[in-house]
């Protein structure tokens, strides 16, 4: 959607016909992986378990993959409101193609320090052969899924955010329909859910693809680009991108060692709290990206007030909208966990996370959209600086020190501090870059 467009059609339903799309997609992505944490669960503690170990890692992929997507968005949304079709093109097949390179370096290091990795975690030595069953189809689906968001990206980053969302939602099905099959009735077990999305990757990448030539979105003749030259622009926005992406599962990391010290179920009703944290946090997710698309383009044509306008509405939103799940799951918080998990211990610990943790989500989404709109502002280096403070500054300090003061409900209980916290600071953050933009010659990347 241009400026022009968005003003035509007001903020508010321009703003919804970007984002209600990815909003689908996005439900259904998470909705499917929640789904995918109760049927592990049925398994019992220890399968559970192992799948919590995972998520730490599984985060530092999608922060790679992310890091990457928002250079796309930003550098074609640009090159797309100047006019340069062919440049866009060619950008998103040398994004495409790095993106692919990266990430596949990425899981086969993994691959390789797996047992050393989850061990450093806390992994009790009986976990051990689990992990080592599921990460080969983990780590597959984890490289076909980045593959597949490279595409969707590219496809956002022209407007186009309902393909996308189409195909979130049909591969989320089909992997919900998968799931039970390959877990239970091949008796595959635990591997079962990892062979399950990455057949669902697989038959989506298989459809996204053809769809971007068909609809002249990628171009793989990159040489005409001056590929040195392009790459030094996509490391210029992807760098402090991805590393803003990837202190959230560093972060996951170490809070996944303080949790591990109250035993293993302690590690699943964590693991089960984390899957329902971004289900909870859907609209966020949705708008950190239809946002960057709309403010890049709004930067290029120096509409600052209509971006504080659109960042108002948008956080607005997300601390009301996060308020009312918050209630939602206070009220639910013993049946469901019941529900999702069929060891009591991991029940009780995850009801506990459910009453406390929710009513940060506010904060956790408006530092996440103030993340998303300074990378698309072209200040990378202000949303690094936002992910830094709220992981390092406010977030682990206040669980380390909720698990010394109380216990594991000390570490929810520091979880909700960290996120109300990080809140106040990403607002602060962005505020001054908004006004460090409309001074004369304001600086473009801090």
Same mark, same amino acid.
């Given at each position: 959607?241009?400026?022009?467009?968005?003003?035509? +059609?007001?903020?508010?339903?321009?703003?919804?016909?970007?984002?209600?799309?990815?909003?689908?997609?996005?439900?259904?992505?998470? =909705?499917? @992986?929640?789904?995918?944490?109760?049927?592990?669960? @049925?398994?019992?503690?220890?399968?559970?378990?192992?799948?919590?170990?995972?998520?730490?890692?599984?985060?530092?992929?999608?922060?790679?993959?992310? $890091?990457?997507?928002?250079?796309?968005?930003?550098?074609?949304?640009?090159?797309?409101? =100047?006019?340069?079709?062919?440049? /866009?093109?060619?950008?998103?097949?040398?994004?495409?193609?790095?993106?692919? $390179?990266?990430?596949?370096?990425?899981?086969?290091?993994?691959?390789?320090?797996?047992?050393?990795?989850?061990?450093?975690?806390g992994a009790e030595p009986e976990l051990l052969p689990?992990?080592?069953?599921?990460?080969? *189809?983990?780590?597959?689906?984890?490289?076909?899924?980045?593959?597949?968001?490279?595409?969707?990206?590219?496809?956002?980053?022209?407007?186009?955010?309902?393909?996308?969302?189409?195909?979130?939602?049909?591969?989320?099905?089909?992997?919900?329909?998968?799931?039970?099959?390959?877990?239970?009735?091949?008796?595959?077990?635990?591997?079962?859910?990892? &062979?399950?999305?990455?057949?669902?990757?697989?038959?989506? +990448?298989?459809?996204?693809?053809?769809?971007?030539?068909?609809?002249?979105?990628?171009?793989?003749?990159?040489?005409?680009?001056?590929?040195?030259?392009?790459?030094? $622009?996509?490391?210029?926005?992807?760098? *402090?991108?991805?590393?803003? @992406?990837?202190?959230?599962?560093?972060?996951?990391?170490?809070?996944?060692?303080?949790?591990?010290?109250?035993?293993?179920?302690?590690? =699943?009703? &964590?693991?089960?709290?984390?899957?329902?944290?971004?289900?909870?946090?859907?609209?966020?997710?949705?708008?950190?990206?239809?946002?960057?698309?709309?403010?890049?383009?709004?930067?290029?044509?120096?509409?600052?007030?209509?971006?504080?306008?659109?960042?108002?509405?948008?956080? +607005?939103?997300?601390?009301?909208? @996060?308020?009312?799940?918050?209630?939602?799951?206070?009220?639910?918080?013993?049946?469901?966990?019941?529900?999702?998990?069929?060891?009591?211990?991991?029940a009780t610990r995850l009801a506990d996370y459910l009453r406390l943790v929710?009513?940060?989500?506010? $904060?956790?989404?408006?530092?996440?959209?103030?993340?998303?709109?300074?990378? /698309?502002?072209?200040?990378?280096?202000?949303?690094?600086?936002?992910?830094?403070?709220?992981?390092?500054?406010?977030?682990?300090?206040?669980? &380390?020190?909720?698990?010394?003061?109380?216990?594991?409900?000390?570490?929810?209980?520091?979880?909700?501090?960290?996120?109300?916290?990080?809140?106040?600071?990403?607002?602060?953050?962005?505020?001054?870059?908004?006004?460090?933009?409309?001074? *004369?010659?304001?600086?473009?990347?801090?």
């Amino acid at each position: 959607m241009t400026p022009e467009e968005l003003h035509r +059609t007001g903020l508010a339903r321009g703003l919804f016909q970007m984002t209600w799309p990815m909003l689908f997609g996005v439900v259904s992505l998470l =909705g499917f @992986q929640l789904v995918d944490s109760a049927f592990i669960g @049925q398994l019992g503690a220890r399968p559970l378990a192992a799948l919590g170990f995972t998520i730490p890692f599984m985060q530092l992929v999608i922060g790679t993959q992310v $890091g990457i997507g928002i250079a796309t968005t930003a550098l074609v949304s640009r090159a797309l409101g =100047g006019g340069e079709g062919n440049r /866009a093109r060619r950008l998103c097949g040398l994004v495409v193609i790095t993106g692919a $390179g990266i990430v596949l370096a990425l899981v086969l290091a993994l691959w390789l320090v797996r047992e050393q990795a989850v061990t450093l975690l806390g992994a009790e030595p009986e976990l051990l052969p689990l992990i080592r069953a599921y990460w080969a *189809p983990w780590l597959a689906s984890a490289w076909m899924g980045a593959f597949l968001y490279f595409g969707y990206s590219v496809l956002r980053a022209h407007g186009n955010t309902r393909i996308p969302g189409l195909w979130m939602v049909l591969t989320s099905l089909l992997n919900l329909v998968l799931d039970p099959l390959y877990i239970f009735v091949f008796g595959w077990g635990l591997p079962g859910a990892a &062979w399950a999305t990455l057949t669902a990757f697989t038959l989506g +990448t298989l459809a996204v693809y053809p769809a971007l030539y068909r609809r002249g979105c990628i171009r793989l003749d990159v040489r005409a680009l001056g590929v040195l030259r392009a790459l030094a $622009g996509i490391a210029g926005i992807s760098g *402090p991108a991805m590393i803003s @992406q990837l202190m959230p599962p560093i972060s996951a990391m170490l809070a996944t060692r303080i949790v591990a010290d109250f035993g293993p179920q302690a590690v =699943g009703a &964590w693991g089960l709290g984390t899957r329902m944290e971004f289900f909870s946090i859907v609209v966020v997710l949705a708008l950190t990206m239809s946002l960057p698309p709309l403010v890049g383009r709004l930067r290029g044509a120096g509409d600052v007030e209509t971006i504080r306008r659109l960042v108002r509405l948008a956080t +607005t939103f997300v601390i009301a909208w @996060q308020l009312v799940i918050a209630v939602l799951w206070f009220a639910l918080s013993a049946p469901l966990a019941g529900l999702l998990s069929a060891d009591t211990a991991v029940a009780t610990r995850l009801a506990d996370y459910l009453r406390l943790v929710p009513w940060s989500f506010g $904060g956790l989404g408006l530092t996440m959209i103030m993340v998303s709109v300074n990378n /698309a502002l072209g200040l990378p280096l202000r949303a690094m600086v936002t992910s830094a403070l709220r992981l390092f500054a406010c977030y682990l300090p206040a669980l &380390w020190l909720g698990a010394q003061l109380i216990g594991l409900t000390g570490v929810f209980a520091g979880a909700l501090a960290g996120n109300l916290a990080a809140g106040a600071v990403a607002w602060s953050l962005y505020r001054a870059g908004i006004r460090r933009i409309r001074e *004369p010659g304001g600086e473009a990347t801090r």
